[in-house]
């Protein structure tokens, strides 16, 4: 069994509940991904077509940067992957730290939290951002239990 990583972004810390959960279940590492300019409630407001995720989220090549880090990504074999659904998709953020590092050969298993919607067209989105990686669906964790997480782990 090869070392794992949970590796996510949560703008407002519904997802990063989900990640430790799921970090433990399966005695991975955590990493935050971390925007270099975090997002303010204003920024979030997906009502405002000018608010910062609207904009970001309405030019799908946009790249918001992330904060620098020292993560080795060479040293795990599996990342669990979670995020926010925004717009029907993962948020370009996602994108960024999928292109700041070399995923290929790896198993990405993406899991969510999300006010409704599902993933979409979240893979096809992002597999153009980790070339040479296999990116595979997971679930949605919307009020998951840590039973629950630690049956999903069980599974990957």
């Given at each position: ?32 991904i ?117 049956e ?5």
């Amino acid at each position: 069994m090869g070392k794992k990583l949970v590796a996510y972004f949560s703008a407002g810390g519904t997802t990063k509940k989900a990640a430790e959960m799921i970090a433990e279940s399966a005695e991975a590492d955590l990493f935050e991904i971390t925007p270099k300019v975090a997002y303010t409630k204003a920024d979030l407001n997906w009502m405002d077509k000018k608010s910062r995720s609207s904009v970001e989220m309405g030019d799908k090549t946009f790249r918001p940067e992330i904060a620098a880090s020292d993560i080795d990504i060479a040293a795990y074999d599996e990342i669990i992957l979670g995020f926010p659904i925004w717009w029907y998709v993962a948020p370009t953020i996602v994108n960024t730290f999928l292109e700041a590092y070399d995923f290929s050969g790896k198993k990405i298993v993406l899991f969510a939290t999300s006010g409704g919607s599902g993933f979409g067209n979240t893979v096809r989105e992002l597999q153009p951002s980790a070339p040479g990686a296999l990116i595979k669906e997971g679930k949605l964790m919307n009020g998951a239990s840590a039973r629950e997480i630690s049956e999903w782990v069980k599974t990957l």
